[in-house]
């Protein structure tokens, strides 16, 4: 099983959103050219799950956020630790806002 | 066997539950209910409380500075601190301090002043790479990561599997094969630094587990300077089974903090939940969940405490720290089950802290040897004579 959250991107706006069902689990978000902004879970702090956790990332992003892609885990916590590390093995730093996790997270050499 | 505190242990409990209640509980509630850790400040704030208190770094030996806790007291200190929602796994999240590996206390003291004096300063952090794909339960036969002697440096190949904390770990002790002997007789263990090359962590194991999450890890000629073996060549197997047997009893006494919060809770719950036209707590059916959950609290207490009591008497404990094991988290589990059952639908959901404890203490009955391991244990001592 691959660790990489590799499923194709998605178009992100309120409509796809919206289809979206209520539920826990992890994701990217990504501006146009598949440039990660973020790596976020929902949790149970989310009133609608997913949902609500990709609405606060179009307010972050604005017009940058244009892709997303998820899973739905209900280990977003471990899954989201994992999907950070990934993210800085594969780039060297996580993405501009996130950069407070990187003395939190461990480290990965993935195959 | 007398179970009552003395004056000490009582003023070390009622402090335990005061800072549990009113430090770390008010947090959680800000926190993801599978959060594993505190916000970096509250993390600094509660370690120099602790440190204030004389109760930092719980299991270091007083020759090195830690507080000089017996096992009974830090059982019962155990029982304290896992009264919470992530107790049972990150205990007050570390604030409280650890020990590093135990068994780098038998290092020499090259080795001390390179791993284990800043781990104990909290420079450094360990882990216990023990076991493997091939099983965990008897890792004597199992381990199959080799060692070959190639001049001053060894070299290793091989897999390890559900080891907690890799992934933020400076060093971590590995255990390999080092001769043709299939058994204990030939195992050697290693303290081996992260970043030497051929040592990767390769994946998160995602678990019923909330938080400290294991990791599978690989070496690939990971070339290890001889100076890096701990203890003897082929000696690594009583290094590993000394850690065993040593972790069962605070094993066991972490399980009860959540099966006596989980009770305190479903009371609570059963005297002010009305249905059919009473209270819960007026119905046999909960009564009876209640008072079987007594039973198994109390009854996981006592084998913890007389565990630890033959321990600091310095007679043998192995029979009593393995039943304690066995009991406490088969009791605990079964107490979070009824009070789930007590408390209907919200018993299920992330508004609780329930949830979480039933899917952790699940692991608690295989993780540090399994119930059966447990069994094989007592039975080779009460067949064998030596428990009396």
Known sequence: MGIR??????????????????????????????????????????PFGIRSALEHEIRLHGKKAMLFRYEFTSNYRSRWDELLMLHLHDHGQLPDHQRDEEGRVGRLSPN | ???????????????????????????????????????????????????????????????????????????????????HRAGLYNPCYGVFGGAGLAQLYEATETQKERWLYPTLRGEKKGCFALTEPSGGSDPARAIQTRGFQDGDEWVLNGSKLYISGADKADYALVFARTSDDPGRNGVTAFIIDTDTPGFHVRRVVHTLRATNYATELQFEEMRVPKENILGELNGG????????????????????????????????????????????????????????????????????????????SGERFRTEAAMAKLIASEASSRVVDRCIQIHGGVGVTKDLPLERWYRELRIRRIGEGPSEVQRLIMARDILGGSFK
Not at chain 2, 35 to 63: C, H, K, N, V
Not at chain 2, 291 to 304: K, L, Q, S, T
Request: charged residues 25%.
């Open chain 1, 5 to 46: 959250l590799d499923k194709p991107w998605e178009r992100l706006d309120s409509d796809s959103v919206s289809s979206l069902q209520a539920q826990l689990g992890v994701y990217q978000v990504a501006d146009d050219d598949g440039n990660v902004l973020s790596v976020g879970y929902a949790g149970a702090k989310h």
């Open chain 2, 237 to 312: 197997f009583a290094i590993a089974n000394d850690r065993l047997s040593r972790q069962r009893i605070p094993y066991a006494a972490g399980c009860i903090g959540p099966a006596i919060r989980a009770q305190e809770m479903a009371i609570d719950w059963a005297k002010n939940r009305d249905a059919f036209g009473s209270a819960l707590a007026e119905k046999q059916a909960i009564q009876w969940m209640i008072v079987d959950n007594e039973i198994d609290i109390r009854h996981a207490r006592y084998c913890v405490l007389e565990a630890a009591q033959k321990a600091d």
């Open chain 2, 1 to 83: 066997m007398d179970f009552s505190l003395n004056e000490e242990q009582q003023m070390i409990v009622d402090t335990t539950r005061r800072f549990v209640q009113s430090e770390i509980v008010p947090l959680e509630d800000e926190l993801d209910p599978d959060a594993g850790s505190l916000a970096p400040d509250d993390q600094d704030r509660l370690t120099t409380m602790t440190r204030s208190m004389g109760f930092y770094g719980l299991d270091i030996p007083e020759e090195y500075g830690g507080p000089g806790l017996n096992t009974t007291t830090r059982a019962l200190m155990a029982i304290e601190m896992s009264q």
